[in-house]
């Protein structure tokens, strides 16, 4: 991997998200080598995923290259690199570029889509993860309005512009949001020759409300803004399986679609090595104790979502979110540097920050600490958290004039079919 060894201990950590990028800042100015490992070069501002699939944002806007967030730190080596193993009886990782050794690992790997088991459904549907599933389903919603325009077939055109998101989280809530503002505002306007009336959009809940981890308030409010949008909420619902064509669900309840996006939750996303039953608990996530370090190992340490640290307050882990991995990864900064030391470390205390979810133009909802609000005022404290914690000057500004020239205009200018994907209908 061309890293020279020192005299410093060496760091490696899987994985540039939000966890491993604070890790990486808390140790880079310290006298230790740091080695960041992960298969993209860039880092993904996940919580705006679903304005790329929307056409409401480019790419580029919310991702940012690695190397350039740690490019001033003398002792920090990236490479791109696939971690394929772990091996911890030898303190190596193998990596599709090769192997390192390390003195201390830090797992920051993230979560994947769990589609708990149906693979039909994993093979048929839709995941919102990664950048380019954003955009594979970006060019799949369009190519199904361009199909609908031509299709003679009722049937099939009401299932290219009937959409099935999984899922009444803020994912799901945020996309269905978007999704009804396109109905109402683009489509008209691009498809004048097309009933844009048939466009469905339909969130289906296995529990009893949207935005379960919020406060009943947010939920009901989120709700009533989603109903004045025209989302369909199918509550108590669980769908049981997908073959490309029909959504089957545990009632009677059918829908003929042929997009679904599976937004039910996502798992720990653990790597060969270090994933025996031994490690890995619940939504196959690492056991950690409340210094990070994962169950059985002194040098051994997980952060983020792969990491599930249970306590008395959260019996399953912190949630799975940004908060809980920026705050991981940046006091096992101070941490690693004190079992360096021999120095007793710190526990980790999660400061929960609140959460928030946007449902569209002017609408929005705010659990924080003391005070929840809803409406106009917590759409801006929403984009005002996001533009903040974006990273990269450019990339705020970029999102800034998006976000103002789409409030304006009432638009989405990325609506591009750059890299088509295959019409699962057709194919
Ligand atoms: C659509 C969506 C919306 C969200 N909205 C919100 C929100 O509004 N608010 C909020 O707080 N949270 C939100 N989240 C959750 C939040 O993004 C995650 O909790 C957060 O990203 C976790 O940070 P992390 O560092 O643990 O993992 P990630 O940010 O996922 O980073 C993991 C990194 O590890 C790399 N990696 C994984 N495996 C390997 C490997 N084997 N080899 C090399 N590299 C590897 C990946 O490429 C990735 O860069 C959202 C998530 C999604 C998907």
Known sequence: MNIPRTSFPRIVIIGGGFAGVALAKKLSKQEVQVVLLDKNNYHTFQPLLYQVSTGGLEPDSIAYPIRKILKDFPNFYFRLADVEEIDIDKNKV???????????????????????????????????????????????????????????DLNERNALMNFVIVGGGPTG??????????KKGILPKDYPDLDTRLAQIHIIQSSDCILKGMSEKASSKAEDFLEKLGVNIWKNVRVTNYDGKTVTTNTDLTFETATVVWAAGVKGATIKGLDAEDFVTRGNRLTVNEFNQVKGFKNIFAIGDIACMASDEFPYGHPMMAQPAIQQGDQLGDNILELIENKPMKSFSYKDKGSMATIGRNKAVVDLKNVRFQGVFAWFVWMFVH?????????????????????????????????????????
């Open 387 to 427: 533009l903040f914690f974006l990273i990269g000057f450019r990339n705020r500004m970029v999102v800034f004039v998006n976000w103002v020239y789409n409030y304006v205009r009432f638009d989405r200018e990325a609506r591009l079919i750059i890299r088509p994907f295959k019409n699962k209908l057709k194919h």
């Open 173 to 182: 809530v945020e996309l269905a949001g978007a999704l009804a503002e396109i």
């Open 94 to 152: 193998k990596t599709n570029i090769g192997k390192l050794k390390f003195d201390y690992l830090v797992v920051a790997s993230g979560s994947t889509t769990n589609f708990f088991g149906n693979t039909e459904v994993e093979k048929h549907s839709m995941a919102m993860k990664t950048i380019p599933q954003s955009l594979n389903l970006r060019s799949l919603i369009l190519e199904n309005f361009e199909e609908a325009l031509l299709t003679s």
